[in-house]
């Protein structure tokens, strides 16, 4: 795929956003680039973790009662101090010096019960980079394939922890296509948010949802009108 960004965004759903966005601004280090309402009870606090986006998506009502996906940990490289823990939700956050395990920025891990596929996913459908068995790259964010308890198949995305990856890239249906083509499964068709983005959802072997995202600022191009979605 073309990317129109080199960092993978990971998303994460929250009740209770004052601790989460003091973690986020204080534990982790990172800067708060700005907020944005997706609709009525939904903001995102989107964070800035080395050009990746760390999307705090607080939603106001109840969070409906989803297991567990298969993103189980996210690792950010950080200059000055070594911490492994987790945020105020529970999600595993790693600050790491630079090179630690490779990474120059950041890293998501993804937990399955069959590495092997997974593997084939993100290096055949997604077209990552195969760095060794058990890890493939995005442009710079490593993905760390581990065996383990893995996602469930979900009809929505929408549930406490982490929720999602997305990847910005050029034309939204262009690139969906080409992963369905190549052995992905459509989560949710591509649909238009305001002059924000055009994106759509396709799931991994295991139901784990990523976003495939044509944003505005980054590609220059306006989405198509076609109605009111959730950018995610």
């Known amino acids: 795929m073309k990317l129109a960004k080199q960092h993978l965004d990971l998303g994460l759903f929250t009740r209770d956003i004052g601790p989460q966005r003091e973690f986020w ?35 106001a009502d109840e969070l409906p009662v989803l297991p567990p996906t298969g993103y189980v940990g996210l690792s950010i490289v950080c200059h000055d101090r070594h911490w492994d823990g987790v945020d105020a939700d529970g999600n595993a956050v790693r600050l790491i010096p630079p090179g630690t395990d490779g990474l120059t920025r950041i890293g998501i891990t993804v937990r399955t019960p069959d590495p092997s596929r997974m593997m084939a996913f993100y290096t055949g459908a997604m077209e990552f980079d195969r760095i060794d068995a058990n890890t493939a790259r995005c442009g710079d964010t490593l993905l760390f394939v581990k065996e383990g308890p ?14 999602y990856l997305t990847v910005q890239i050029f034309d939204a249906d262009v690139a969906m296509r080409g992963i369905i083509a190549r052995g992905g499964r459509l989560a949710r068709a591509a649909i238009s948010f305001r002059d924000v983005a055009r994106f759509g959802f396709v799931k ?19 989405p198509k009108a076609d109605g009111p979605g959730n950018l995610a």
Request: charged share 25%; net charge negative; hydrophobic share 35%.
């Open 25 to 59: 601004k204080g534990t982790a280090g990172l800067r708060l680039d700005h907020e944005l309402e997706l609709r009525p009870g939904w903001v995102q606090h989107r964070f800035d973790a080395h050009g990746s986006v760390i999307k705090v998506n607080h939603w």
């Open 150 to 163: 893995g996602g469930s198949e979900t009809e929505d995305f929408i549930g406490l922890g982490y929720r």
């Open 204 to 222: 991994d072997p295991d139901g784990n949802w990523i976003e495939i995202s044509a944003r505005t600022s980054l590609t220059g191009a306006a």
